[in-house]
């Protein structure tokens, strides 16, 4: 593919009338034979969304990640359109659309559960200047989830380009002509796998922070490289993530964690100080040799996310969370049990609460997903009494399943005892029922020698009036 951009590349460069300078950018327009995108590539669905708009007289393309991801000849996630409809003008051509958000109005498409995205040109803002969330004149300037309101201003295709974030994101593929109109030389970028914001970074970055982790995000996916002053503010700036509305960075989180390249993410995020602002609580588990518990578990859960959504199977967010805070839960245990004399078990509960109210201030996970992370958290405790009859009915638990397997990620970064669990398990989820009642049976002597051993102990205590007052 790269062959062919370098093609359409030189030849578009010489002809003077489709190159044309936008403020700071330059539009090249590359005409149907010179680049590979072909319509077959496009889903059924966002074609039939652009000709019905290009069909009514409205300017129609195809925009952002699909047009990136199909220069790189990958499957584009989704299929975003940009027009110069209004939303409203949007919903007069289809009966199955709904308008969403309530500051910028974007037209969702819906074709059963895939939806196509329609956003109006976005247009300047008049007196923009670079605003930081953080800066209090600033922050009546930019709606609830941290994005600019000047961005709620339609506009023409040229502006909306300088409102894209990154040259190889402000790529439109006209349905009118299927020519792509590269506005800020994303296909040279493309080419050279280089992210680069368009215009000032540290400006762009203030506007809108989550640029920093879109970077990281991309970079990582598209296996490129950020171009060094794209990449240079971000250490610095990586704290204004924290004044982003926690719901965004849930959905953020999910996009760089759980989208197929997670583990890579993770290891840039850290790279550039961004990971702390959103997992502020595992920061003190982290240690110099990167080697901690918290940092195997770390790494053995991105990369079995990974893996599993390389083969298509099923995620989870509530496991990738458990997973992830569950030695901040275990510590903050012990300390509250030292502390407070409570329990282990009481201790735990509260540790859970505490741990998931603190990070629900910088990710706002669902409580759907919480009363999950809970689940499995608990299970774990439950795992390791599998006498009498509790074996059978931990197999009958809903989150079983997700518990085994987080158990036995524990069991490959603490090995011991923790393994030998798991493998336990493992042997019993497979067992016939003969195999299982003997494995239990085994537990069920076990248990019965110690109960013995202890009461023999306890004995000589028991004759004290106090201890029997106590029992
Ligand atoms: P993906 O493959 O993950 O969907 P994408 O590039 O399509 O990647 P989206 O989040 O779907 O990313 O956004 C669509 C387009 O909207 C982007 O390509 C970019 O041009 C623009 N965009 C999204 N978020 C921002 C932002 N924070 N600032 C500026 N432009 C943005
Ligand atoms: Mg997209």
């Known amino acids: 593919m790269f062959n062919r951009v370098t093609s359409f590349c030189r030849k578009v460069l010489n002809r003077d009338n489709k190159v044309r300078e936008i403020d700071d950018l330059k539009l090249e327009i590359i005409p149907r034979q010179e680049h590979g995108i072909s319509r077959k590539d496009i889903s059924e669905n966002a074609l039939k969304v652009l000709y019905r708009l290009n069909k009514a007289g409205y300017e129609a393309y195809l925009v952002g990640g699909g047009v ?3 220069l790189l000849e ?6 975003d359109i940009a ?7 949007v919903r007069k051509l289809f009966r199955n659309c709904r308008l969403v958000g309530r500051r910028f109005r974007l037209a969702h498409i819906l074709f059963g559960r895939d939806v196509i995205e329609v956003a109006t040109f976005r247009g300047h803002h008049s ?7 953080g800066d209090k004149n600033a922050s009546q300037s930019q709606s609830n989830d941290g994005m600019l309101l000047r961005d709620n201003v339609y506009g023409t295709i040229d502006e909306d380009a300088q409102r894209r974030d990154f040259t190889v994101n402000a790529l439109y593929y006209n349905i009118d002509d299927f020519s792509v109109r590269d506005y800020a030389g994303g296909v040279e970028d493309l080419k050279n796998r280089v992210i680069r914001l368009i215009g000032d970074p540290e400006t762009r970055y203030r506007e809108d922070p989550v640029r920093m982790l879109r970077a990281v995000r991309f970079a990582a996916k598209l296996n490129m ?9 971000i250490p610095a700036l990586a704290h204004l993530l924290r004044d982003i509305p926690s719901a965004r960075l849930f959905e953020e989180s999910l996009k760089l964690l759980q989208s197929g390249h997670g583990y890579d993410t993770y290891v840039m995020l850290r790279e550039y100080n961004l990971f702390s602002p959103l997992f502020p609580i595992l920061e003190e588990h982290f240690t110099e040799d990167r080697n901690s518990k918290c940092e195997q578990m770390m790494a053995l859960v991105l990369k079995s996310t990974d893996e599993r959504i390389a083969t298509q199977q099923r995620i989870n967010p509530a496991f990738m969370y458990a997973a992830m805070l569950w030695y901040p839960l275990e510590t903050r245990a012990e300390e509250i049990a030292f502390e407070s004399g409570l329990s282990y078990y009481d201790a735990f509960m509260v540790a859970a609460n505490d741990i998931l109210d603190e990070q629900v201030k910088s990710i706002a996970i669902p409580r759907r997903f919480t009363a999950m992370i809970r689940d499995i958290w608990q299970l774990q405790l439950r795992l390791s009494r599998r006498s009498g009859t509790r074996a059978y009915k931990l197999l009958e638990q809903q ?3 997700a518990a085994y397997d987080f158990l036995d990620m524990r069991g490959n970064v603490e090995g011991g005892q923790l393994s030998e669990l798991a493998q336990w398990w493992n042997d019993f989820q497979r067992a016939d029922r003969d195999d299982r009642n003997d494995m239990v049976q085994v537990l069920n002597k076990a248990s019965s020698t110690k109960k013995v051993r202890r009461r023999r102990k306890a004995k000589p205590r028991r004759r004290k009036p106090q201890s029997n007052q106590e029992s």
């Not at 990958?74 to 299929?79: G, H, I, V």
């Not at 027009?83 to 003008?89: C, G, I, L, S």
Request: proline fraction near 9%; avoid cysteine.
């Open 225 to 233: 490289e950020i171009n060094a002053a794209t990449a240079a503010p």
């Open 399 to 401: 989150k079983f399943r």
């Open 74 to 79: 990958t499957e584009p996630k989704d299929f």
């Open 127 to 133: 007196g923009e200047k670079s605003e930081s969330k």
């Open 83 to 89: 027009t110069n409809a209004t939303p409203d003008e």
């Open 68 to 70: 990136r991801d199909l």
